[in-house]
Every structure is written in structure tokens, then in C-alpha cells.
């Protein structure tokens, strides 16, 4: 128990389907992340939040939305998402101080296929 | 765009064999991070490496980045069943910087 939990750890959709993946740390962090982890492929970043605004996007589809209404709470909104998409989303968080990278506390991922 | 290279990619191994893994990248990080992640879960951090040339040690496992702060190796001595998994190494520029993964190393310990 990491205290970053997601929500749901499975998801079965189609390619027209919209679905959202939460994320909920309990750590008092400021920064949230949203990685992708796919087979034969690194963890790959996708969106930072920090102190709830976007800092990042690497170049991901708009197919992916990500929401952060608080320092707690991370969602990302998928909606005509294609089979290539299927992969282990995980989510993390940290209490950057600025000037070294702080520990980032990943929660266990939710198991993404599209169908 | 930082590629960390990890090697090697497989490794299986009898128990009490020692072993080591190596993530190398031609760019420099200002900290390199170790992490292990077992199946259905996330990675979990087991070391931050900062200092160039810095030596930390972990019970049985000792990481070691590089003194230009490009590269690091995990060594796992008289390596046990519970070592098994995936390895990770990450590195940043630090602050609120997302991390740039290897590929990682598949570890299998077998009794």
C-alpha cells in the first residue's frame, strides 16, 4: 500500500466508448503524473500536474484528457481510443522540493484492453 | 530526448549466484532512481542516486552511479527467490519532472 490508489484496476472497452481511469493519493503531494507502461516499451510519461496545473504533455493524442480538481485527485478521460492504446496506466505522485527529484509513489495501475 | 539503456534485458539465475544490472545513457541526470515492480502492481523506489560516483548499499543489493552521472549498476549479492522481478532504473532533471524509464531488466531467482 503505497497510498495512491486507482480506480478501476481493470477495464475492458470499445473503440467508441468513453471511460475515465481516477486517481486519489493520500500522501499530502503537490505533483500528480500519468504513465503509460506497455509491453517491450519503457514507462512512458504522459501528463504532470503540479499544484493542479499542467506542466507537461509529451506529445500525447487528444484521444487522452487528463482533469486534476485538486492536489488529491487525478482523472484521465479516454474516449475512441484505438487497440494500440491497451497498456498498464499508472499513476503517481511527489513532493518535489526543486531541487532534487523526490520520491515518486506509483499506485498500481489500471489494466487498460481495447477492443 | 533522454534514453536510459538497460541491460540485460532477461536474466535468470540459481539463488546465491551474485549478479548485476547496468542502465546507461549518454545524457546526464541530476538523479538517477532504482525502482522494482512485481506483476499487478507499480514500481516501487528502492534507491535515489544523486552524487556523481556515489555508492549506496541496500542489505544485499549496491547501486552505484556514475562519476558523470550518466550511468548506474545494481549488483545483488547471493541473490534470493524474493529478488525476483522487474527492475527499473529512471532518471530526472529533478524538481517536478516526470521520470524517463528504461526498458527495465526481467529478474528471475530460481530456488
Known amino acids: 500500500e503505497t497510498g495512491v490508489t486507482q480506480t478501476p484496476r481493470h477495464l475492458v472497452m470499445g473503440m467508441t466508448n468513453k471511460k475515465s481511469l481516477k486517481c486519489e493519493q493520500h500522501l499530502g503531494h503537490n505533483a500528480m503524473y500519468w504513465y503509460k507502461q506497455s509491453a517491450k516499451k519503457p514507462l512512458e510519461l504522459m501528463f504532470v500536474y503540479n499544484f493542479k496545473e499542467q506542466t507537461e504533455n509529451n506529445s500525447v493524442p487528444s484521444r487522452f484528457s487528463p482533469e486534476c480538481p485538486n492536489s488529491s485527485h487525478l482523472f484521465l478521460h479516454l474516449h475512441t481510443l484505438q487497440p494500440e492504446d491497451s497498456a498498464l496506466y499508472l499513476c503517481?505522485?511527489?513532493?518535489?522540493?526543486?531541487?532534487?527529484?523526490?520520491?515518486?509513489?506509483f499506485g498500481p495501475g489500471t489494466r487498460l484492453l481495447v477492443l | 530526448t533522454q534514453l536510459l539503456e538497460q541491460s540485460p534485458q532477461f536474466l535468470s539465475i540459481q539463488e546465491g549466484e551474485n549478479l548485476t544490472v547496468y542502465c546507461n545513457s549518454s545524457s546526464v541526470f541530476s538523479s538517477l532512481q532504482w525502482y522494482r515492480q512485481e506483476p499487478g502492481e507499480g514500481p516501487v523506489l528502492l534507491v535515489t542516486v544523486v552524487t556523481g560516483g556515489e555508492v549506496k548499499k541496500l542489505k544485499r543489493l549496491t547501486f552505484q552511479f556514475g562519476d558523470a552521472r550518466k550511468d548506474s549498476s545494481l549488483h545483488i549479492t547471493a541473490a534470493q527467490p524474493g529478488d525476483t522481478g522487474l527492475y527499473l532504473c529512471a532518471g530526472t532533471g529533478g524538481g517536478a519532472d516526470g521520470l524517463t524509464f528504461g526498458k527495465g531488466t526481467h529478474l528471475i531467482i530460481q530456488p
Open positions: 503517481a505522485s511527489s513532493s518535489p522540493n526543486g531541487l532534487v527529484q523526490e520520491t515518486q509513489y
